[in-house]
């Protein structure tokens, strides 16, 4: 074999350590679109900082999805149109909402999984701390400060 000079064991080598490369810049891109975008727990979602330009979609989808997993009557697709409406009205450019709109669904449907199967979930004291976000969330305030409840 002639060419690049390389033996083929060298290739081999070259080959493999361009697929490991490949492969971790591969995991930084999907950290980046999944849990770097978004909250992938509970802890994540009730820890986020309120200057973090992604609180306010992590704790409003947070809430989302733990009141419909607790029954509450809400329409959560018109919660997040009423949100999304929200932030382009101030101001948001269509880069950010990209990246509130991946924040918010990513952050739903993390949460989602992590709770399903939480039977004890809806006890009165984390009902009572989502029914306030929720109704604040409800009349237009998105402000993040959303209670975890116990």
Same mark, same amino acid.
């Given at each position: 074999?002639?060419?690049?000079?390389?033996?083929?064991?060298?290739?081999?080598?070259?080959? $493999? %350590?361009?697929?490991?490369?490949?492969?971790?810049?591969?995991?930084?891109?999907?950290?980046?679109?999944?849990?770097?975008?978004? &909250?992938?727990?509970?802890?994540?979602?009730?820890?986020?900082?309120?200057?973090?330009?992604?609180?306010?979609?992590?704790?409003?989808?947070?809430?989302?999805?733990?009141?419909?997993?607790?029954?509450?009557?809400?329409? *959560?697709?018109?919660?997040?149109?009423?949100?999304? &409406?929200?932030?382009?009205?101030?101001?948001?450019? *269509?880069?950010?909402?990209?990246?509130?709109?991946?924040?918010?669904?990513?952050?739903?449907?993390?949460?989602? &999984?992590?709770? &399903?199967?939480?039977? $004890?979930?809806?006890?009165?004291?984390?009902?009572? %701390?989502?029914?306030?976000?929720?109704?604040?969330?409800?009349?237009?305030?998105?402000? *993040?400060?959303?209670?975890?409840?116990?």
């Amino acid at each position: 074999m002639r060419g690049t000079g390389l033996k083929l064991p060298h290739r081999m080598v070259a080959s $493999a %350590a361009l697929c490991i490369l490949a492969a971790v810049a591969a995991c930084g891109t999907m950290d980046s679109v999944r849990g770097k975008d978004g &909250a992938k727990t509970e802890i994540e979602a009730r820890s986020v900082a309120p200057q973090d330009p992604l609180a306010r979609p992590i704790q409003v989808a947070w809430t989302s999805v733990r009141a419909s997993h607790c029954g509450f009557v809400f329409d *959560p697709d018109q919660l997040r149109a009423n949100f999304m &409406a929200a932030e382009v009205r101030a101001g948001a450019t *269509p880069d950010q909402m990209q990246k509130i709109e991946r924040a918010y669904d990513y952050t739903l449907e993390s949460v989602r &999984a992590t709770i &399903a199967d939480n039977l $004890a979930y809806c006890n009165k004291e984390r009902t009572t %701390a989502i029914r306030k976000d929720l109704n604040r969330y409800l009349a237009g305030d998105y402000t *993040p400060s959303a209670r975890m409840g116990r």
